[in-house]
Antibody
Framework: QVQLVESGGGVVQPGGSLRLSCAASGFTFSYYGIHWVRQAPGKGLEWVAVVSYDENNKYYADSVKGRFTVSRDSSNNKVNLQMNSLRAEDSAVYYC?????????????WGQGTLVTVSS | QSALTQPASVSGSPGQSITMSCTGTSSDVGGYKYVSWYQQFPGKAPKLIIYEVSNRPSGVSSRFSGSKSGNTASLTISGLQAEDEADYYCGSYTSINTRVFGGGTKVTVL
């Protein structure tokens, strides 16, 4: 079955860095784009970034542009989110989600999320 | 990339129908037929329940339906059940395959 498992969350000081990973299984990884979406405690969903199936296209929300970098590790069926210059407002649960192929503009499978806390 | 606008809460009695809105702009909701809806229970990941405005993924109850008019999309839950109590988020495709989400609507079953 399709599985997405995030890891790498934790507590980091403002200005620090963290790398999140999303391990994919149960589907042909190279066919699918992967999105990162975050949710601050008690708040709504916020789209963060996307990497296309072939890694040729990467896009970011304005709030993270220049600080976050998304990449694919196709040999290990993983997507990474490198987060630098972290701010308190980056504190959230970070989800990776698979971009649906047969449902344009939708994400059909989501991981369980990993919590990032930016605090001194 | 402003968030889509959703009402904070909607409530209804069991068996009733409720509808929640999702308002964007011509750059997102109004510009594409690619609005999706997600159901989220506390502490859980979102689950896709509607895609491309009105299509349901396999396994999603037919009590959920979606529509769109101009810059506003809507989700209707018919025959409301206690198990429908959750947060609901709309999302829209935007240019270059990015996404924008709404702030979420909390559905309460009275």
């Amino acid at each position: 079955q399709v599985q997405l498992v995030e890891s790498g969350g934790g507590v980091v000081q403002p200005g620090g860095s963290l790398r999140l990973s999303c391990a994919a299984s149960g589907f042909t990884f190279s066919y699918y784009g992967i999105h990162w979406v975050r949710q601050a405690p008690g708040k709504g969903l916020e789209w963060v970034a996307v990497v296309s199936y072939d890694e040729n296209n990467k896009y970011y929300a304005d709030s993270v542009k220049g600080r976050f970098t998304v990449s694919r590790d196709s040999s290990n069926n993983k997507v990474n989110l490198q987060m630098n210059s972290l701010r308190a407002e980056d504190s959230a649960v970070y989800y990776c989600a698979r971009e649906a192929i047969t449902a344009v503009g939708a994400e059909d499978y989501w991981g369980q999320g990993t919590l990032v806390t930016v605090s001194s | 990339q402003s968030a889509l606008t959703q009402p904070a809460s909607v409530s209804g009695s069991p068996g009733q129908s409720i509808t929640m809105s999702c308002t964007g702009t011509s750059s997102d909701v109004g510009g594409y037929k690619y609005v999706s809806w997600y159901q989220q229970f506390p502490g859980k990941a979102p689950k896709l329940i509607i895609y491309e405005v009105s299509n349901r993924p396999s396994g999603v109850s037919s009590r959920f339906s979606g529509s769109k008019s101009g810059n506003t999309a809507s989700l209707t839950i018919s025959g409301l059940q206690a198990e429908d109590e959750a947060d609901y988020y709309c999302g829209s495709y935007t240019s270059i395959n990015t996404r924008v989400f709404g702030g979420g609507t909390k559905v309460t079953v009275l």
